[in-house]
């Protein structure tokens, strides 16, 4: 089974790029390059949602929301 998940990268001052998935709040990584990070995130999601399967316990359900904020 397949599933797509939101990733957000973001670059580091140091160098390098942070990862993190809005919808499973517990799942970071970071690497050198965006696609070491995009790799590195699939593998720990995959880590993850292993773990979740095999303690029984459900993933956690996120609703993503969309708000609009006034910038003086």
Sequence with gaps: MSK???II???QP???YTV???ELPDVVSEGDTKEEAIE??????EGYLLTMK???WTTPVVEE????????
């Design 20 to 22: 993190c998935v809005p």
């Design 65 to 72: 929301v969309t708000v609009d904020v006034q910038v003086a």
């Design 9 to 11: 990268l973001e670059p």
């Design 14 to 16: 140091e160098g390098g």
């Design 4 to 6: 797509t998940f939101k």
């Design 40 to 45: 590195n995130i699939k593998d720990a999601i």
């Design 54 to 56: 095999e303690m029984g």
